[in-house]
């Protein structure tokens, strides 16, 4: 599906011996690697575009019951909220996040891998807009969260990492060696 064009894509589906009722999810999914394929070759535009029809057509299959819960959708909002980052589109990306993180604690729970990866994505967006008490707490959050992982856990590194860098960007030199040496 890498590289697919989206007028392509009705015709790719086509072809996929499907009943009708999977067709919208099948369409979602395959908007949803296109948003992917595209995000990973640094072209945020087409990502927000194919990330849009997937989550548009996983809104339309949870309402139809095609989707047994929210959770395919709650990625795609979560990874449309990554590529309105990368176009620095702060605002539209805090709130798909948030709704992200409040779908995704309701399913998953607080302390979830992929509920805390949505907290370590508001941090780095706190970040990007030089909002560091926001991304401390948020690392904070995920690594009060993760207590009883081991320090080999890679969430819990990248999380102190992160938290490191926060540290750094306001001048706390000490506190940032701190959590690095926690890491190594």
Partial sequence: VTGVQTCA??????RLDLPERYL???????CHLAGEYYYNTYEAAEAVNMYNIAVSDRERACEEGLE???YNLLLSIQDLGDAERELDNYEAAQKL?????????AIMGPDAPVTLRVRTKIA??????????????????????????????TGLSYAK???A????????????????????
């Fill in 9 to 14: 894509l009705p015709i790719f589906l086509a």
């Fill in 124 to 153: 780095i967006l706190a970040e990007n807009q030089a909002l560091y008490a926001a991304a401390e707490e948020q690392y904070n959050k995920v690594i009060q969260s993760m207590g009883n992982a081991t320090e080999t856990d």
């Fill in 165 to 184: 860098l926060v540290y750094r960007m306001q001048g706390l030199c000490v506190k940032s060696a701190e959590c690095l040496e926690e890491v190594c």
């Fill in 97 to 105: 996040y948030d709704r992200a993180l409040t779908g995704l604690t």
């Fill in 24 to 30: 919208v999810p099948q369409f979602a999914y395959i």
């Fill in 68 to 70: 047994p819960d929210e």
């Fill in 161 to 163: 990492e992160g938290l």
